[in-house]
């Protein structure tokens, strides 16, 4: 019986080496055929592949040197280092030693970057597969670390970046291959994952000092990658406040990003709509669309942090501007554009009295008349009754700014509205007369009086159904309306208790 259950035992052993054989034969076969693509997936540490799970299982009881004698037993020495430690890479992950993962995985990288000194473009898949899993597995073994309390040994992924570096620097210049092979093409790729790197460690100053190889231009490198790096670049320029270089780039970005990415598109536009919204002009010119977002957009890319943002900056609404800023205060902060935001204030006081200089329609405005539109803006949820501007000498300007202003926010119920003794001149009570005939108010009392206004000006009130307060004292009804009781003299005591 014992000999039976030893003799089980050496054949699933027997077994286990076979397998593990099998995936080694099988990864040479892919070398010699120059398969890249598969050889990429079966490298891959995520990778679901069947034979590679079997030489998982078989080498986690092993050490890495037997598992580099089963690999170099099928294929040269340098391509056994490369596929041994990406294994033992996988292995260490999904027993939860990160710390240890990460070490096989940079030695993998540096192993095929040896090896890639030889080859073409063909292999760049690879390349991508390999410095990909560095970058997550030095994030992943970080956060392993700070988990444990020991923050201080937190540096893998900074050394993942080092090790990018490196490889940007000197191992991907190609004298060797013709222009289209040649191995530069990868170069961009990693210059990405760099980026990735410095925009999570914060480290941005070496952004700036990423230099590519030379030989290719950003245009002629893959269509994916050049829309990555116009969307990392585009957030440095604007992080550095150069908008239109930001603009530039992250527009690119945007317009480049296949549509079935939505999560990539949603990230690139949270970042370009602050900078359109800096940039947005009545007229955007050819070289510059800088548009305002429109509701649809926002909504199909789910970005309702921005909707208040920008219905504020197009009404000129400066409380519903700083509320919708607070209320998302953490979405902002967490893209670093929380400042930027802010900026944007100065912006909508402008649409403010854009708005205020259109209704006033003259070429100088008084300060007084963009103090009073600034304190007219209620709240957007507000319904606005009633409007006392009495005994204050706003002048023709700033009680008609400030009438229609309440009327185009929230002041669609506006039934009173008392401009008496405000030094309003035949041609301030004109302009109110062109808005009230022009716009179907509600208004149903509209106290004049103490004005200089002519009897002809004050029946054309009438006749719009407005009632009306006349050049005396009292309060009469219009013809179209029933009688009403009369009021006091004016009196700012009365206004107060109302």
């Given amino acids: 019986s014992g000999g039976r259950r ?35 997936q079966r490298l891959a540490i995520m990778s679901t592949d069947t034979s590679k799970k079997q030489f998982l299982d078989w080498l986690s009881t092993r050490t890495y040197g037997q ?58 898949p690879i390349l991508k597969v390999l410095v990909i899993d560095l970058r997550k597995l030095g994030a992943q073994a970080d956060v392993q670390q700070r988990a444990k309390g020991q923050p201080e040994e937190a540096i893998k992924l900074e050394g993942a970046g080092r090790v990018m570096r ?36 914060n480290t941005l100053k070496h952004v700036k000092s990423l230099v590519l190889p030379p030989g290719l231009s950003v245009q002629e490198f893959p269509a994916s990658d050049r829309v990555t790096w116009h969307y990392f670049q585009g957030r440095m320029a604007l992080m550095e406040s150069r908008f239109d270089q930001a603009e530039q780039d992250l527009s690119f970005a945007f317009n480049n990003c296949p549509q079935g990415h939505v999560a990539n598109r949603r990230r690139i536009l949270s970042y370009l709509v602050p900078v359109r919204l800096l940039l947005h002009q009545a007229k955007p010119s050819p070289t510059r669309r800088a548009a305002l977002p429109t509701q649809a957009l926002l909504e199909r890319y789910k970005l309702p942090e921005f909707e208040g943002i920008v219905d504020a900056f197009r009404s000129g609404n ?20 929380y400042v930027l935001l802010h900026k944007l204030t100065l912006c909508v006081y402008r649409t403010l009295f854009k708005k205020a200089h259109a209704v006033v329609g003259k070429s100088q405005v008084k300060l007084e008349v963009l103090v009073a539109a600034v304190r007219a803006r209620p709240p957007e949820h507000a319904v606005l009754e009633e409007l006392w501007l009495g005994f204050n000498p706003l002048g023709d300007e700033a009680a008609v700014c ?75 009804p219009s013809a179209a309306g029933p009688p009403e009781k009369a009021w006091p003299t004016c009196d700012a005591a009365r206004y107060v208790l109302d």
């Avoid at 391509?79 to 070490?103: M, P």
């Avoid at 620097?169 to 980026?195: I, K, P, W």
């Avoid at 400066?318 to 554009?337: C, G, M, P, T, W």
Wanted: charged share 25%; aromatic share 8%; glycine share 4%.
């Fill in 318 to 337: 400066v409380q519903k501007f700083k509320e919708s800023l607070e209320e998302h205060a953490d979405f902002f902060v967490q893209r670093s554009i």
């Fill in 402 to 476: 400030l009438s229609t202003l309440a009327l185009s926010n929230g002041g669609r119920a506006l039934k009173s509205l008392d401009l008496c003794k405000t030094e309003l001149s035949e041609d301030g009570a004109k302009l109110l007369l062109h808005h009230v005939q022009s716009d179907e108010s509600a208004w149903a009392r509209l106290d004049l009086s103490f004005n200089a206004i002519s009897e002809q000006t004050m029946a054309s009130f009438a006749r719009a159904k407005v009632m009306w307060i006349n050049q005396g004292s009292r309060i009469e």
């Fill in 166 to 201: 490196k490889c940007l620097a000197q191992e991907l210049r190609d004298d060797d291959n013709e222009h289209h092979q040649l191995r530069t093409y990868g170069a961009l790729h990693v210059a990405n994952q760099c980026q990735r790197v410095f925009f999570a460690l």
């Fill in 6 to 40: 030893q003799g089980s035992a050496r054949g699933c052993v027997r077994e286990r080496q076979i397998m593990a054989a099998t995936f080694a034969k099988e990864v040479a076969a892919l070398i010699r055929n120059n398969n890249s693509m598969q050889l990429a």
């Fill in 67 to 124: 598992g580099l004698s089963e690999c170099e037993r099928a294929m040269p020495d340098d391509w056994a280092e490369v596929v041994c430690h990406t294994v033992k890479a996988a292995s260490l992950k999904r027993d939860g030693n990160l710390l240890d993962a990460y070490t096989h995985q940079e030695a993998a990288f540096e192993a095929f970057l040896r090896v890639f000194k030889t080859l073409s473009r063909h292999w760049c």
